[in-house]
């Protein structure tokens, strides 16, 4: 008889904690975001977190439906990424803690260097606002082009200065090229859609960010959550020397840590 109390008096403990659980519903695009969520999921559980993870393959959706509260943050983007969303769609999403960076590369089927590029060559590039800027930025560090203002995050082809070898470039949605790899000479790709695509930075890129990158991927979420105790304990999670250890072990510097 007693047994039968306790056991029923556990069950009722548990089945009140699960109640007692707070819903956090977070958007991540599925490499590195999504796998680094899955590591902290249990260890947010043991905090009275349960992590609902939603996985995207675009960059709008995530942050639009944040801002209509169908979701509670996100965890996929830079600042300047974030910025130019704020400003184009009237949204007023805020940063909550930097956790990784991503280093930009350009990749090609055809070419093993940026030397043997021909004049003329199709270049894809990101058309998602400071996306494109920063496949520019890039191209621009390896001294093969210049933009009348060299610090321009939202640069477009428009705002080249200087083109000498005539490359034409080709602005897609950032998730599209990967797949347009063997249709162009070189692709700048996000390193999360490369690494979906099975192409390793550090071994495939023919141009690199470096290391000290500024493009810090966040932890995104509304001026009214940003301050909540569930996404303060997510924020904690995301920058703990457990996800230090797994981002430095599983991404071998495709992705860093960025505390």
Known sequence: M??????????????????????LTVAATPVPHAEILELIKPKLAEQGVDLQIKVFTDYVQPNLQVAQKQLDANYFQTKPYLDSFNESRGTDLVIVKGVHV????????????????????????????????RAL???QHAGLLTLKDPSNAQATPKDLATNP???????????????????????????NYALEAKLNPNKDA??????????????????DNKDSDAIKKLADALTSPEVKTFIEK????????AF
């Open 102 to 133: 991503e280093p930009f590369g350009g990749y090609s089927s055809k070419y093993k260097s940026l030397k043997e590029l021909p004049d003329g060559a199709t270049i894809a590039i990101p058309s998602e606002g400071s996306n494109s800027g």
């Open 2 to 23: 007693k047994k039968t109390l306790l056991m029923a008096a556990l069950a009722s403990l548990l089945t009140t904690q699960a109640f007692a659980a707070e819903k």
């Open 206 to 223: 023919l141009v690199l960010e470096d290391k000290d990158s500024p493009y810090v991927n966040y932890l995104v979420a509304r001026p």
């Open 250 to 257: 599983k991404y071998s510097g495709a992705v860093v840590p």
């Open 165 to 191: 070898h005539n490359f034409k470039f080709k602005e897609l949605e950032a998730a599209m090229l990967p797949r347009v790899l063997n249709q162009v000479d070189l692709a700048l790709i996000n390193t």
């Open 137 to 139: 930025l890039l191209l």
